[in-house]
């Protein structure tokens, strides 16, 4: 029975971490980064950048954050989209290729992350909290997302 218990806090230990998308000694972005490689870039001066983040491997509330912000923009702001005033993004930190922009918004993990530019000049806020506590519930995620980009949007 003890074997079974620490198991399953192994388990449970293993899930959480592999999924945290908080980094205690978060700085802010550095300054000056011009996206390369795959990244889609607009010549916008203004736009809201939505950033998924995630790893290789990703659990269920993961891969519910992807799933539940696709569908917030898709639904609610495809016009947006289709102009470049937003841009949506899913981005796999464990590929080499997608690294100056992981260390630009300092993305380790699983993490949602805006990039609210204003007149060229990046203002990046972290909404992984959000994400992750209303990942696995679309009936609270989506029109809490949607009200978040409205403002943000402002």
Known sequence: MKKIGLLLTIVATSILFS???KDENFKSPKEGF???GTEKTTTSKNRLEVYAFHGTRQCETCKNMKANTKATLDNYFAN???SGKIVYQVID???EKNE???EKFEATGTA???N???NGKDNISDWSDFAFDKANDAEEYIPQLRTKI????K
């Open 100 to 102: 100056k922009l992981a």
């Open 34 to 36: 011009t996206p390369t």
């Open 93 to 95: 930190v464990d590929d």
């Open 112 to 114: 949602l992350m805006i």
């Open 116 to 118: 609210n530019v204003a």
């Open 150 to 153: 409205q403002t943000a949007l």
């Open 80 to 82: 947006e989209m289709k």
């Open 19 to 21: 999924c945290n998308s």
